[in-house]
């Protein structure tokens, strides 16, 4: 996939729940985000990218595989984190992508953050509940699991007897 395509498009979109730009790689401002939009709706932080969309780059001695190693060992549980380095336009972009984790609630260093429109918060008692709330509908039970290729004549009916019972 080309990823300045991805970039271009979302230059082209405003800062939200799902898009963050950031100016510099600190580790604590982008577990931060990654760990609310985990609880949120997932997204990508694009950094190298000032709010106003000003290309600034990141240097070329930035290691994108001890970033992926790092947000992987201070987010928990362990999640769906995607670190790229994009060259768009001559500058080095780095590009985070993650999606709604499956195991929320997500916390960094104990806290739990959630995304509200272009901001990272703590999230209160209310969000908490709406977090566990999503996370237990996302839960899936093996009676809910497809089994692809399985027809009634599949079913053991002494075991369905013994559910039923």
Request: aromatic letters at 6%; charged letters at 25%; one cysteine or more.
């Amino acid at each position: 996939m080309n990823n300045a395509f991805i970039v271009d498009n979302l230059l082209k979109q405003t800062e939200g729940e799902r898009l963050a730009f950031m100016r510099d790689a600190r580790v604590d401002d982008v577990a931060i985000c990654v760990t609310a939009m985990l609880n949120t709706d997932g997204g990508d932080i694009l950094i190298g990218v000032a709010d106003n969309k000003q290309l600034i780059g990141i240097s070329d001695e930035f290691d994108f595989k001890e970033l992926q190693q790092t947000l992987n060992e201070l987010v928990k549980p362990l999640s769906p984190i995607d670190v790229t380095m994009v060259e768009y336009k001559g500058v080095n972009l780095c590009l985070v992508s993650v999606w709604r984790g499956s195991q929320m609630p997500y916390h960094y260093k104990g806290t739990i953050y959630i995304r509200s429109i272009t901001e990272n918060i703590i999230a209160t008692s209310k969000e908490l509940m709406n977090v566990f709330s999503i996370r237990k509908s996302m839960d899936l039970s093996w009676e809910r699991t497809p089994v692809l290729g399985a027809d009634i004549d599949d079913l053991d009916l002494n075991e369905v007897q013994k559910t039923i019972s």
